[in-house]
């Protein structure tokens, strides 16, 4: 929970008080956030959370609990392979609905997949494209496998189409776990007409934008995908 809205997180560890995987865009300009666990749902009960590290481009953050929390279940990441078809579940808090519980199947698997969000916004990660419904509030949430097992971290949706939805896979999640810093973006001129804008993020995955700023519609063209 932030001040500016909520998302989703997944607990996957109890070393110290016990640490939660999110999207970065869940806890963006934060230090600190609250933690609403389901146990504690009925009574509101809000715990506090400091941000460790994040990956921008990536879009993965790391939350480590203050103070400790009795009965955490953690959910492993799975380290078996993954297959187009495959089962996979969602659980996340939809549009505020909480709690709530949806299933698809693996579409497909793509590595470095680029999309854009917003204006110098860019991110680059190995993504699992699923069929399973995400909304805005399902960001950070954990897409498991029928054994539940994490196999990624639900982050986006195409605004082109219907039943396009992406999570950060297992293999960029473990590459940012193992990471010892935090990854920033670059800053652009966000105040460039009509040129080609491309970004250079700082852990070398390239140039992945490629849109106009656009002086009279004041806006940009051809996003990727937006949050969810």
Do not use: C
Not at 93 to 118: A, C, F, I, M
Not at 146 to 153: D, F, T
Not at 186 to 197: E, W, Y
Not at 205 to 215: A, Q, S, T, V
Request: aromatic share 8%; glycine share 12%; charged share 25%.
């Amino acid at each position: 929970l932030t001040n500016e809205g909520h998302g989703t997180g997944v607990v996957i560890s109890k070393e110290d008080n016990g640490y939660l995987l999110t999207n970065y865009h869940v806890i963006e300009g934060y230090s600190e956030v609250g933690l609403l666990f389901g146990t504690e749902a009925e009574n509101g009960e809000i715990l506090l959370g400091e941000v460790v590290k994040f990956d921008e481009v990536a879009d993965l953050a790391l939350v480590g609990l203050k103070l400790p929390k009795f009965g955490l279940a953690v959910i492993r990441v799975n380290k078996s392979r993954l297959e187009i078809g495959d089962d996979v579940h969602a659980v996340g808090h939809p549009l505020g609905e909480d709690w709530t519980y949806t299933r698809g199947y693996v579409s497909q698997k793509r590595k470095n997949y680029s999309w854009v969000t917003d204006i110098g916004k860019h991110h680059v990660a190995d993504v699992i494209q699923t069929q399973t419904p995400i909304n805005p509030g399902n960001s950070g949430g954990p897409l498991v496998d029928n054994k539940g097992s994490l196999v990624g971290i639900n982050s986006f949706r195409s605004s082109k189409g219907e039943g396009i939805n992406f999570a950060v896979a297992n293999s960029t999640i473990q590459k940012f776990l193992d990471a010892g810093k935090t990854v920033k973006r670059r800053d652009i001129p966000k105040k460039i007409a009509a040129n080609l804008i491309m970004t250079i993020d700082e852990n070398k995955n390239g140039m992945p934008d490629r849109y106009l700023w656009d002086e009279n519609s004041n806006g940009i063209t051809d996003l990727v995908g937006i949050d969810s």
